[in-house]
């Protein structure tokens, strides 16, 4: 169902991505995509996709208003296409994430039982800390349901439109 879902989505935005694509091409030249290997369900390795954001370690400014908006997070419909995401999930780590965060032991194994996802509870937590990042996500696997998957993805189609923050905002308020 994701892959009809995402393939549905690719082809009705598939304008847009044209823009996003030439704007970049024309303000911060190649590549277009940002590629990174990621852990996924059961630890396996995949590449994810996003556009580029940065240039010589230092975030473009087109970059910064990629980010802001969550633009360049719309890639990965190419890997939930795949198979290796869902739309809602834990976020996808690299493995030197994994190693910084700490996350590599038998107590954390929960969070490899399932997709990582484009936006999830942690990616929408105005908080940045392991720890709540870990609580959100295992309250996430434990407590997922149609109903906590529409409001999180509610929220992060709003986030296109009022900014990471604003959404955030609104999302934890309740």
């Known amino acids: 169902m994701n892959r009809i879902i995402t393939f549905i989505i690719l082809i009705v935005i598939l304008p847009f991505l044209i823009l996003i694509t030439s704007i970049i091409l024309i303000i911060d030249r190649y590549p277009i995509f940002f590629v990174q290997e990621r852990i996924g369900k059961k630890k396996k390795i995949f590449k994810i996709y996003k556009f580029r954001t940065m240039d010589n370690n230092k975030i473009t400014a087109l970059g910064r208003l990629l980010r802001k908006t969550g633009i360049d997070e719309i890639p990965q419909l190419i890997n939930i296409f795949l198979g290796d995401m869902n739309f809602i999930g ?3 780590l690299t493995t030197q994430d994994i190693n910084r965060l700490e996350w590599n032991t038998n107590s954390h194994d929960i969070r490899w039982g399932v997709k990582p996802g484009i936006t999830g509870l942690s990616q929408l937590s105005p ?10 996500d295992k309250f996430y696997i434990n407590n997922h349901s149609v109903i906590l998957n529409g409001k999180i993805m509610y929220t992060s189609i709003l986030i296109l439109f009022l900014g990471k923050r604003k959404g955030q905002k609104l999302f934890f308020k309740r």
Request: charged fraction near 25%; glycine fraction near 0%.
């Open 127 to 136: 908080i940045c800390n392991k720890r709540i990042s870990f609580f959100l």
């Open 90 to 92: 834990p976020r996808p």
